[in-house]
């Protein structure tokens, strides 16, 4: 007997700046993440998904000097905001990766600029340049628009410093290919198309260290340059690496890098899709399989912002009012997967009353309610409800990370159910009639429970729970001859939100 090993499917959140706590951005990214993950392990595969707090930046020592705090006791903080959101909207991590952790995290970044640096692609030079504190990032004239950040509109301020670079123009070409090849996938198309004219339009090396005076010595120390500190941006993104081991545990590197998917916003698309490939082309690193650019969320047309009271929901309020089955349903469902989205706490509700109370709760409730007046333990007939399932299509949606038509096509077939039953009255019907009813909804509302499971997996369990059945595999989601399960009602999935 051979023994196959299941295919291994890492997934990686961003790892947010800490300097402020959560918004309803953030909440979509996760959620996002999350479904990608369940899916995979519906598909059988094996899983490992990383987050975790971006924590190094010059942003969090401003914060703490204004509170008159050490940037480790803001971090701890803000780190913990993140923390709890992640605990609260129900992602299923494996690790929780903090950039300042010094024992898992240094090692891994300063092994990374070794390689690079004996590439040969790390130089030292006199520089300045327009720097934007929020994005951490410089600007060249070019780029700004009115003179302020695309990101902040904010000013960016002048610069002078001497600073290490990396030689991101010797890698133009070679990425233009990956790129162009599919053999770095960005999704979607619209932000390939972005990234390719920005690497078509020429490449300039970027300035990666800053002066341990600017830094005020917070960050990942350069090796063998006690006045330099790693520029936080490359450093971040070796938690990519270092969260799994690199430079510290390389069979457990080995084992699950590459990335098959980083989930990103897309205001960090060039670092994740120019930056980031051409240091591991350096380093001489396998590159991550997919980039999956989200958009913003807006809120009344405005972009979402930390930094922005308007605008910042603080998704751990709209919690204590919501399950977090009840928003992640909404994220996916009305923002599109790859374009900004607005969002609303009416549309929340209403999302939450008329499709998870009205549609499928309603749903489950009829039918559990029938199946148990009817008295009947076994459940057989002609699937006729089989063709409404659009299966492939699905399954399709699932692969390309489609989220949100991928949930549109599983709703359908939920409203589909709900037509059958009005059409089809199984409260009238007895005998062998109202057995192949039964038999079609009750399989059907078991594959549902599969089929949402990504999305609303408590509420998929507790489904399954009231059929006596089990959320495992995307290939338990053809009619059986026969339902199977067991029949209890219990308590209605979701409440009627005032
Ligand atoms: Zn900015």
Redo the contacts with the bound molecule.
Sequence with gaps: MTFMAKERVYITTSIPYVNAAPHVGHALEFVQADIIKRFAELMGKDTLLLTGTDENSLKNVKAAEALKITTQELCDRNSKLFKDLVDAINLDYDIFFRSSDKKNHFPGAQHLWELCDQAGDIYKKEYSGLY????E?F?TEGELENGL????K?K?EMVHEENYFFKLSKYQDKLLKLIESGELEIMSKNRRNEILNLVKGGLDDISISRSVARSKGWGVPVPGDPEQIMYVWIDALSSYLNGIGFGIDEKNFKKWWPADVHVIGKGISRFHTIYWPCILLSAGIALPKRVFVHGYLTVAGEKMSKSNPKTAISPIDVLKKYKSDELRYYLIRDMPTFEDGDFSLDGLKDRTNKELLGDLGNLVSRVLTIAEKSGLKRFEGKPVLQEKLKLDEIKKGAESLDLHETLEKVMEFVRSCNRYINDSEPWKQSGKQLEESLYNLLEAIRIISILLYPFIPETSEKIAAKLGTKVESLDDCAFRDAFLGSVAKGEHLFKKIE
Excluded: F, I, K, N
């Design positions: 934007c504190v929020g994005c990032a600007y950040c695309p990101e902040h904010t960016p």
